[in-house]
Structures are given as structure tokens and as C-alpha cells.
């Protein structure tokens, strides 16, 4: 049985150009195996420029890793159009592929004949959407993060063997997307004037309940969990599955540990176990999703 490949998500969080240059240089000596590039949360955010991105992925290319272009998930304008077109175009023409987080990036790719990745956003819930986008080029898809096991077990026995299949198996998990900015308001700042106060709160901005419980976490336009997912103890179900990639979500400390888990569990074909002290801050682990319990919740074996 083949090994499975390791991924690690596009970076959610506004990081310093210095530190998200920092990260992937460390990620270069990850046993990871496929990195995922580009601003998906907010297009405001431009510490990298266009010429980084793709300057910064040509490097994890020479490193041996496979990398892919990441495509906005909320496109909110002209210009987000515009960009999505740079990205796929420029993608196209250095030889990386794309992922496509909404449906006018699929579109663009289909009418180039680009093969892309089809993103967690694409809401796939049945093999027969599946099998209409792998018409359209997807060679690889991510189920929605909602999605039981049960479900992803039903579409993996009807889908086509020529499309993998990718699951996020840590990480917060990216549970909406608002044209409002969450963060921004917290600090009671206009969107467009926000001050890009993401940028103290790299692993995002926890949010309780009004009797202290920390319920979610705030990054911008987008609402995260506040849990960490954790799928490890499925690896084995996982693999059994066919499952071909398992995709760790950034986070600003202890990553290594994380990829390190991870590695010797594939290796080992057995349970991955992270310890506590990797993960994020404030956040628990959770697994409910995968029984078809509330996301929140935590199963253990």
C-alpha cells in the first residue's frame, strides 16, 4: 500500500512577511509533500506581493516540494476577479497547479484546461458532483470539513480512482465566510480601515459565550472553530479508505511537532498522536464532525 502524502493547508493567519518567509523556510526540511500558497482569507492583505508568492514557491519547488497555488475563497470584487486570473494564469504558465476555492476559479481553469484541486469550499457532498467536477479538470478534492466519515466512506467507493482525495486532519477548521470583517469590528474599526489588526493575532482571535466559554475563533472575513481537529486516531480508517493526502492547517507555534506526529504515523500506518503542547492556543481538540456529532465535540478511540 502506498505511503500517504502529507500537505500543509494555505496559511489562514495575516503573519508578518518575515515570519510566514520563516515558516516555509523551516517547512522546506518538514517531511511534508505537497505546500499550498496564496492570501484564501482577505484581499487586503498584501505584506507578500504576487511576485513573493510565486518567488517563494519556486523555492519550496527546488526544495523537492510540490506546491499549488491557492485561489481566494470569498471573491468580493473587480479586483478579487482580476486576481484570480493573474493567479491561475501565472500558475499555468510556471507549471504549478491551483486550487480552487470558488466556482469562478473552476470555471477559469476549466475553459484553460488546467487540472486544479478542488478546495474545502466547493461544498462536494455527493460522488456525482465530484464526478461532474473531474470533468472539468479536478484531479484531486477536498470534502467539506462537516462531512461524517460515513459519507466520505459512500463517495470513495463510487468516485473515479483517478482523483485523490485530500482530508484536513489538523488544524482550526474554517467553518464560514463573511463579507463583514469580524476582527475588525472587535476593534471597532471599519473593514476598509481595519489597520490590519489581524496581525496581532496569529493564530487568530478566540470568541466566547457570554458565560466565559470559548466557542469560536475570529481571522478576519473568515470564522474559524475554535477547536483544533483532530483526526488522528482515523488514520488507519483513512488509509483503509484511500485516502491519498492528509492536510495540516499552519499554525504559529509547534508545527514541527505536529508534521512530525503525522509522519510517523503514516510511516507506521498507525494512530497519530499529538501531544497537548502542540496545539494552538486556547483551543481543545475535536473530532465530532467525523461521527456526525456536532464539530465541536471530542470522541476519543
Not at 84 to 99: C, K, N, P, S, T
Not at 121 to 133: C, G, R, S, V
Request: proline content about 5%; aromatic content about 8%.
Amino acid at each position: 500500500m502506498n505511503q500517504q502524502k502529507i500537505s500543509l493547508a494555505p496559511l489562514a493567519y495575516f503573519w508578518s512577511k518575515a515570519d510566514t518567509l520563516a515558516f516555509y523556510v523551516d517547512a522546506m526540511n518538514w517531511p511534508v509533500d505537497i505546500v499550498y500558497l496564496g492570501e484564501v482569507v482577505c484581499s487586503r492583505r498584501h505584506l507578500l506581493k504576487f511576485e513573493d508568492w510565486f518567488s517563494l514557491a519556486q523555492e519550496l519547488r527546488d526544495a523537492g516540494k510540490t506546491v499549488v497555488m491557492s485561489t481566494q475563497t470569498l471573491i468580493e470584487s473587480e479586483p478579487d476577479r482580476r486576481a484570480m486570473h493573474r493567479l491561475i494564469e501565472r500558475a499555468a504558465a510556471d507549471g504549478f497547479q491551483v486550487e480552487a476555492n470558488d466556482f469562478s476559479a473552476v470555471r477559469v481553469l476549466s475553459q484553460l484546461k488546467q487540472n486544479f484541486i478542488a478546495g474545502p469550499h466547493l461544498n462536494i457532498y455527493h460522488a456525482d458532483t465530484l464526478a461532474w467536477l473531474a470533468g472539468l479538470g479536478a484531479s484531486r478534492f477536498l470534502p467539506p470539513l462537516e462531512m461524517p466519515g460515513i459519507d466520505l466512506a459512500a463517495i470513495q467507493k463510487e468516485k473515479s480512482a483517478t482523483v485523490e482525495t485530500e482530508v484536513q486532519v489538523w488544524g482550526r477548521m474554517a467553518l464560514a465566510f463573511s463579507a463583514r470583517c469580524f476582527t475588525a469590528r472587535h476593534h471597532r474599526l471599519h473593514k476598509d480601515s481595519c489597520e490590519f489588526r489581524c496581525d496581532a493575532h496569529p493564530d487568530g482571535l478566540p470568541l466566547a459565550t457570554r458565560d466565559g466559554k470559548i466557542f469560536l475563533n475570529l481571522n478576519g472575513i473568515q470564522t474559524q472553530s475554535a477547536s483544533c481537529v483532530d483526526l488522528g486516531e482515523q488514520l488507519p480508517e483513512l488509509l483503509k479508505m484511500g485516502v491519498e493526502v492528509l492536510r495540516l492547517q499552519p499554525q504559529s507555534q509547534h508545527m514541527a511537532q505536529v508534521v512530525a506526529a503525522f509522519d510517523a504515523a503514516r510511516i507506521a500506518q498507525a494512530v497519530a498522536q499529538v501531544p497537548d503542547s502542540a496545539l494552538p492556543a486556547a483551543a481543545g481538540r475535536s473530532n465530532g464532525y467525523w461521527f456526525g456529532e456536532p464539530g465541536m465535540q471530542w470522541q476519543a478511540a
